[in-house]
């Protein structure tokens, strides 16, 4: 059974940065990061490769967050960097046994989220 435990969220201000981490017990392929905003869907944001550290992005978080892994200690983190306020969200840390998983229906396994607020 794979088993995900995020940490990292909090209250920063706009333009500020958060790293979330996401620690594995588990074989997975992909670790991806998602989010869900109130009443809206969740989404993907970033997903990287355990094997050659691919990695692939949402159009809104390009060139602002970063979608790492440390194999050694079976942990993904998510560099959040110039924060908005639109990035307000729950993050969830998710894995899936598959090389090409980016989509939500994709993802095997689920975290339980963790909250990040950035103020105006």
């Known amino acids: 059974q794979v088993q995900l435990v995020e940490s990292g969220g909090g209250l920063v201000q706009a333009g500020g940065s958060l790293r979330l981490s996401c620690t594995v017990s588990?074989?997975?392929?992909?670790m991806g990061w998602f989010r869900q905003a109130p009443g809206k869907e969740r989404e993907f944001v970033a997903a990287v490769r355990w094997i050659g550290g691919i990695q692939y992005y949402a159009d809104s978080v390009k060139g602002r967050f970063t979608i790492s892994r440390e194999n050694a200690k079976n942990t993904v983190y998510l560099q959040m960097n110039s924060l908005k306020p639109e990035d307000t969200a729950v993050y969830y840390c998710a894995g899936s046994k598959s090389l090409f998983a980016r989509g939500v229906d994709a993802m095997d396994y689920w975290g339980k989220g963790t909250l990040v607020t950035v103020s105006s």
């Open positions: 588990g074989r997975t392929v992909t």
